[in-house]
């Protein structure tokens, strides 16, 4: 009888799911991209998936590393992946010059991470030291095009700065070998650029400094997905929202998930990126839902761009690009 029993509820645990989740076979597939490789900054997503809250959503995650903004913005809309991760500047630049299907629905960061980074000893430590020099940096990044916003903010040509195309696994080598005078990258990857520098110190010049207004990387999804399956879509962004909001409480935890799921990456050095992220996550003062995406705030976002010539007048409404009916209240 016993054996019986036993065989029962094996057989009711399989079609039911342990511990409340859905079976695999009803789960949604879901693929998405990373905004940049599988650095910590982007660790979160695998949080969600550690602890459960894809599960529990009903949802197959597929995580891909992204390789930049407008790469994963186009790959979004072409089909490649449901969701994925870009710079909420970028996205609104490259969706002025191209009418792609892709909305964001929650940011990521509350503040750009966006920065030129140096080091000591290369003659950068103000925005206007950057006039004459090299910047090691991906075409098309994130960093790249955002520049001539942050240039004007600073008073500065930005085309009398030089960004050198560079491949981004090799920006913190470049810069610590003296190739380039300094690199685009986000605030969060000092602890990798020093640790590549190896006892010499980082010079961070964050865009977010002078244009305090932007958001960071945001969620974007393709529109069609959002449309056809909006609570799929909102148990998405839920379930990545949490792991992002366990991530920064828990930044020592994050670094051995991580090398879980990506044995390459150093863990300390992802719960460094972690740690540096939260206050860009949820600023002193913000009160609002981590994620939060306001209409004024955008609408904001996009005059200041249309200001610094970064995107033509009337070129780009906040609804043309967000979908605030699905992002955190």
């Not at 300094?182 to 000092?190: A, E, Q, S, T, Y």
């Not at 006892?199 to 969620?219: E, I, Q, S, T």
Request: proline residues 7%; charged residues 20%.
């Amino acid at each position: 009888m016993r054996k019986a029993v036993s065989v029962l509820l094996a057989i009711m645990l399989a079609v039911t799911g342990c511990g409340g989740e859905k079976p695999a076979a009803n789960r949604t597939e879901i693929n998405y991209l990373t905004s940049f490789s599988t650095f910590g900054r982007d660790a979160y997503v695998y949080v969600a998936k550690e602890r459960g809250y894809f599960d529990a959503a009903g949802l197959d995650v597929t995580i891909t590393p992204g390789t930049g903004s407008v790469d994963v913005l186009k790959l979004v809309a072409g089909g490649r992946a449901e969701f994925g991760i870009a710079d909420f500047t970028a996205t609104a630049i490259t969706l002025a010059k191209e009418k792609l299907p892709v909305t964001a629905i929650a940011a990521i960061q509350q503040r750009s991470l966006a920065a030129i980074v140096s080091l000591e000893g290369n003659g950068i430590s103000k925005p206007a030291d950057l006039v004459g020099k090299k910047i090691g940096d991906q075409p098309g990044s994130t960093n790249q095009v955002m520049f001539p916003v942050y240039a004007k903010a600073a008073g500065i040509d930005p085309g009398k700065v030089e960004f050198v195309p560079s491949a981004p696994p090799a920006l913190p080598q470049l810069l610590a070998a003296g190739q380039v005078d300094g690199i685009g990258r986000f605030v969060v990857g000092k602890p990798l650029i020093e640790a590549a520098a190896k006892g010499r110190k980082a010079v961070v010049l964050p865009y977010g400094d002078l244009v305090p207004d932007l958001y960071g990387n945001a969620l974007v999804a393709s529109k069609e997905f959002v449309l056809n399956n909006v609570n799929q879509a909102h148990g998405f962004m839920n379930a990545l929202l949490q792991g992002l909001e366990y991530a920064i409480a828990h930044p020592d935890e994050v670094g051995p998930i991580l090398k879980k799921y990506q044995p390459t990456q150093d863990a300390a050095v992802a719960g460094a990126e972690v740690a540096l992220m939260a206050p860009y996550v949820k600023p002193d003062g913000y009160s609002g839902r981590v994620g939060g995406l306001t209409e004024p705030r955008v609408e904001k976002i996009v005059r200041t761009l249309v200001e610094a010539g970064a995107i033509p007048d009337g070129s780009l409404k906040p609804s043309d690009f967000v979908s605030f009916g699905l992002a955190p209240k």
